[in-house]
Every structure is written in C-alpha cells, then in structure tokens.
C-alpha cells in the first residue's frame, strides 16, 4: 500500500494477537492524568514519534485494539479515574486522532464520555486535517471540558518530518473560525536548536498563535532510538547528548519569549489547557518560578486562589490507594509532595 493510500483509509483494523503488551495495554497512567490509546499505527513518519521506543514504528496502518464503548468503560473503571476531575488524553500515543479512520473512533469516543455526563478536562494533540464538519461534531458535546492542541514545527527537513506544517496551520485556522466551546493550543513543537529556531519560524508561530488560545511550546525528546532511526536517515545528530526529559537550549528559549512579549505562552501543556478555559492548572505547577514566571497575571491570580497545601493525612489516604501506604517520610513542600 503507498502512503497515501495509508492516510485515506476511511476504516481500521482488529489489533493483531502479537501486538506487544506495552501497546495492548491501552490506558496509561500518566503524571499528566490517564492516556486512552485503544487504537495503534500511524502512516505520517514523524521521525521523533515515540513509537520507537514501542517498536511499533513500522506499523503505518491504525489498528483497534477493543470497541470505543469498552475503551471507555475501561476508563472510567480504572483505580485511578475520578468523575469530573481526571485529565484524559486520547490517541496521544500511537496514531493520529484526525486521520480519516480514527477519527470516527475519536467522535464516538468523546460522545460515550460525554453521554455520561462527565466534564473532566480531555486533551487530544494532532497534526493532521481538521475539518469544519468534525468542529462541528466536537462542538455538540455538552459536558467534556475539550482541548485540541494543534502540533506545528515548521519543519521542512522531510527525513525528520514529512507531514507539510501546512496542514496543521490550516486546522488551526479552521478551528480559529468554527470553534468557540472546543479550546485550540498551538502546540509548537519540537523545536530544534539549529533546525526550526529561526527568526521567520518564531514570526510564523507568533502569526499562528493569533488564531489559538494559547501557544504551548517544547523541545525535542532526544533518545536513543530516536537517535539511531535520524542516523539511518541520514540526518546529523540534532544534539551531541541524549536526555530522559525534552531538550530545550535555555538560549532557544530566551529567544522565543522575546519574540512572544505580550503573548500567552507556556511552558506546560496544562497550564496553556488551563488558560485556554480559565480554571487553574490541573497539574500543580503553581508556584514554580521557573515556570510560572512567563504566565499572564490573571491566570497565576485564577492559580493562586485555587493553589493549596494539602495535609499529610490526605496525601497519605492517596498513598494508601496506590500501595504506598507503608512508606514514611512522605515530605511536603511548596513545590512539590515526596513519597
Ligand atoms: S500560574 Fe503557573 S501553574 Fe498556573 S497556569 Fe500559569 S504557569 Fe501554570
């Protein structure tokens, strides 16, 4: 099958038996919240994609894994799952949810969630088309808190990413016009020092931002066999280190918040969702300054009365719920909670 042929299936197919488990396992428990990736495969070839590190890479056709309605029910009876309060990402992990076959698994997704009357904040991250008929689906839902966070590089090196950032630009800018209960984020990323941290890219971003709620923006998860798969590409190596976490060159980054003065941008995912609706960021980031010191002033206002330090008795009721109850020395601080 060509690639394009891939990227205009209109349907999926049933997992094969010998999906690995890591990949059959569909929900995910996540510091940001529980990831639903009941389907998996992708024809668009990022070459950063985390897939790698599933070798599941070369799996370009989507593949469902169970029923939409058992997928949800599965999440919503996860120990970790709570009503109304639980942050959900779908298809963030192992496919697009815009392609044209996983997109009707992504609408009934949401509906069965949305059917059960549950507002929890859901993140869904694409690159692919958007189109005015699937806002307008996404607009009917009444009670999920809903955020799309639109992936754009402006990458043009097609060894390390094929897919045109045109089509995300235009997704953009069709939810910019159609969409005003569903949030959209610029989710601008990865960015790469030497490769898409020119001054045209960040004039480009700055350009886009303006038809988004809030630009998030990250470096590039640099590991080793996204590293191995660039070599075989032919690219030169995008960094001389590895790194567990996103690399950002503090210089990129200095740069950026220039160009974006007056402009709501975020380091966090969270905290440009929480902009985007005007509640406080779900992930706790509040209080770190070196990641709230870029945040506009009603927002760390919206953070600050909502921010508060839990007592050890809670957190140690919490702990007990995930098999940490024998542990002392749990340590609370401004920033954080040890266990
Ligand atoms: S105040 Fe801090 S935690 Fe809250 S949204 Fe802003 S950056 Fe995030």
Redesign the pocket.
Known sequence: MTKAEFLNLKSVRPAPDDLPRSLRNFIDYRKSGLSLNHIVGCPLDCGYCVRHLFENFSMKRPHLIVDDEIAVQELIGHWAFRAHTTPIQIFNRATDPFLPGVKTHLFKTLEALDRRGLSNPVLVITRWRIDRSDVERLEALKNLQLTILVTWSGIHDERVEPVPSAIAAGSLEVLAKSASRVKKILYWRPIISGLNDTIDHFASARRLSELADATVFTGLFYRKEIQAYFREAGVPDLYTDLARRKILPRDTESRILAHFEGRPI???T??GV??AHGT??F??????SE??S???EG??E???KHHHKPDTEAVRSLARSVSLADLNGIEISDRRIVV
């Open positions: 975020f380091r966090k969270s905290c929480a902009f406080p960021d992930n706790g980031h509040f209080g770190i990641i709230c870029i945040c506009p927002q760390r919206i953070c600050s």
